[in-house]
Structure formats: structure tokens, C-alpha cells
């Protein structure tokens, strides 16, 4: 799974290597990212194990508003890291990388929670 053939993320050839944005829910939150950028073709992956793997169940991303919307299931609850991208040329790609943190449902949480996360936009 990926684009052009190239299916790990060590193949890829990115333009920006920012560090990755954390963004911290509970277990059934909704969460709402816009990577930084909108672009017809750009492409947002679940990272699994360092390969691309199709977005999670219950998730979209549109590539003209840029924005990706999740509505995590019962159960998905660890760390998951997705990678949104658009081709630049043959050989390029920007890229956003994202890690949500997902903690068990709790009534009594401390945490303080940001369901929405804007990144600045790629240049």
C-alpha cells in the first residue's frame, strides 16, 4: 500500500522532516487535524510497523479542504501515527506527520484534551 509502488516510509524522499505533532484524546473523542495543507492528490496513511497502511475505520481525509476526521471505535486506544503527503515532482513529497495518543474512556480524567489541531502551512 502506498503511492507509486513505494510502500515504507524510509523510501520516501520528504522535503520537510518536521517532528511529529501529538495530539491526546480519550477513547471515543472525535478528532478533527488539518495537516497544513490542501492540495488535489495529497494523501493521508496509517503508519503501521514503519509501512503505510490505509487510514483507520471511521476516518476521511479530504484532500481540497485538507482536513482529516476520525470518530475513534471502542477499543482503539494506544498510539497511532499517521503521515499526510503531496507530491511535489516525481521524486519529493511534503509531509505531516501525526501521532494521536488515544487513553481509555475514564469518567474521572485529568487530562486535558485538544480534539483539534491546525499545523501551520506547508510553504
Do not use: C
Request: charged content about 20%.
Amino acid at each position: 500500500y502506498g503511492i507509486n509502488g513505494i510502500n515504507s516510509v524510509d523510501e520516501w524522499v520528504f522535503e520537510n522532516q518536521n517532528e511529529a505533532a501529538t495530539l491526546m484524546i480519550e477513547e471515543l473523542e472525535p478528532v478533527q487535524i488539518q495537516p497544513g495543507f490542501s492540495h488535489l492528490g495529497a494523501k493521508g496513511y496509517h503508519v503501521i510497523d514503519n509501512r503505510f497502511a490505509p487510514l483507520p475505520i471511521g476516518s476521511t481525509f479530504n484532500e481540497v479542504s485538507g482536513t482529516f476526521s476520525w470518530l475513534p471505535g471502542p477499543g482503539f486506544v494506544g498510539s497511532y501515527q499517521f503521515i499526510f503527503v503531496y507530491k511535489i515532482d516525481n521524486e519529493r513529497f511534503y509531509r505531516r506527520t501525526i501521532e494521536i495518543q488515544i487513553e481509555p474512556k475514564s469518567n474521572n480524567s485529568e487530562l486535558t484534551h485538544n480534539q483539534s489541531l491546525k499545523i501551520k502551512n506547508a510553504k
